[in-house]
């Protein structure tokens, strides 16, 4: 999702990549087999693995950084081109038993965690490193007070707008509330404009619009996460989901999107904005990097963002937010030390904080985000230090099928009861064709 630029695809889009083929598989088996945790000349290797390019031209000053203060230990840094080219490779290496010291685990850190393929990072590093990170990245990678993975790069989502055409339209101020964008839509239809841009093609695209929707009925952030994990007395049949649809039907009702947003994917509708096709759009906080590259040099000076607005005036503006990349660590005992000793190093304030801010990446962690430069990154980011963050990525297994039954309520050919029925039709029907 988000723009056509590099590093959307090396952010968000990675979390939608589905089954690989038996030959990508294959191909991936001899990538693996590279790998080793020996080393050369004595030393301890710490193998990196991730598809993760926007810190590729960095990270080998880091790298070097620390092999200069720990002899003992090298690590080589392995950044596949994309999510397609990753996957087959990672799960080549976990049946190969040999998965690098650390790994970006994409949506399998849980499964990789109770398997006893990766480290329980709370338990070897403790609260005082856990607690550097914002709590909703922290509870995407926590299954029964364990925790399989670490947040790298957080992602949050907002609604990006081109000041100038609200005001021609008459709208006064930002929207607060679902019902005041409702209202400022018409206006900026009567004035031509369409009012958001926003992708809801592949169905995890409206799954970032639509899960955030679950926190603000519920008022509770943790909600949706036992819905993923399938815990009893959660599922999509919930009167919170449906309630839930029904605020989403009242949003589509209301023409807040553009036309034919059920078949818009991420970079379309980013287009629409900056051409000024759209007043708004509704996307992540990678948007900022992909509009310097693609957008007018004017454009980029005036437009704004605000938080998604809220269901009530008053209430949170709960933004979507969870890790888009983080990290996962083996569990390979004759490598821990070492591996603990680079991951440690590479979240020091001084190596992180200047990581992020030089690649313009939204961090992990509080005290970076305090650090960030960038202004629209920073104000996003504030959100999240502000506690607005909520769950809005499908990691439990067929959780992202969920996402396929919203286009009936976008075309208007169901109900939310209706929709919410077959979003756990889909969710349990994956869960059984790949238990």
Request: charged share 20%.
């Given at each position: 999702m988000g723009t056509s630029t590099t590093s ?166 930002e929207p607060e509330t679902w019902e005041d ?7 900026l239809r009567a004035a031509g404009t369409a ?241």
């Open positions: 959307t695809l090396t952010r968000r889009t990675a979390l939608k990549v589905g089954a690989t083929t038996s030959a990508a598989a294959a191909a991936a088996a001899g990538l693996a087999a590279c790998g080793s945790s020996g080393g050369s000349g004595g030393k301890t290797e710490v193998r990196m693995w991730s598809w993760y390019s926007q810190q590729q031209e960095l990270l080998p000053k880091v790298i070097e950084n620390f092999e200069a203060k720990n002899p003992s230990i090298t690590v080589t840094n392995r950044i596949f081109g994309s999510p397609d080219q990753y996957l087959p490779a990672l799960q080549a290496a976990v049946s190969g038993g040999d998965l690098p010291e650390i790994f970006a685990p994409h949506t399998r850190a849980l499964e990789y965690g109770k398997n006893g393929i990766s480290l329980d990072i709370a338990k070897e590093l403790g609260s005082e490193f856990t607690d550097q990170f914002f709590e909703s990245a922290n509870n995407q990678y926590t299954a029964d007070g364990a925790q399989y993975g670490i947040g790298w790069m957080a992602q949050t989502f907002g609604v990006f707008y081109n000041p100038e055409l609200l005001t021609e339209a008459g709208v006064d101020g964008l409702i209202a400022a839509s018409e206006l009012p958001l841009a926003a992708p809801f093609n592949p169905g995890t695209s409206g799954l970032d619009f639509f899960l955030p929707l679950l926190t603000q009925v519920t008022d509770d952030p943790t909600w949706y996460l036992k819905l993923d994990r399938g815990e009893e007395g959660y599922d999509y049949s919930s009167p919170e989901v449906v309630e839930a649809l029904e605020l989403f039907e009242q949003i589509v009702q209301g023409k807040v999107f553009q036309d034919g947003a059920g078949a818009t994917q991420g970079p379309a509708a980013t287009q629409l904005f900056y051409t000024g096709k759209a007043a708004m759009l509704f996307s992540g906080s990678w948007t900022p990097q992909g509009l310097g590259q693609d957008a007018d040099p004017e454009f980029v000076k005036t437009y704004k963002v605000m938080k998604t607005p809220a269901i009530s005036s008053g209430e949170r503006h709960w933004t979507a937010n969870q890790a888009g990349a983080g990290w996962s660590l083996s569990s390979a005992e004759k490598t821990k030390d070492a591996t603990l000793e680079f991951l440690q190093f590479l979240y020091s304030d001084e190596q992180y904080s200047s990581l992020m801010n030089d690649s313009s990446s939204m961090p992990a962690t509080k005290a970076a985000a305090e650090k960030i430069e960038d202004p629209i990154m920073k104000q996003m980011t504030s959100w999240l230090l502000d506690g607005d963050g909520c769950p809005h990525i499908p990691f439990g297994p067929g959780s992202s099928e969920a996402g396929g039954p919203l286009a009936t309520i976008l075309n208007g050919s169901g109900t939310p009861e209706q929709a919410a029925q077959a979003m756990q039709d889909a969710v349990m029907n994956a869960r059984g064709a790949t238990s």
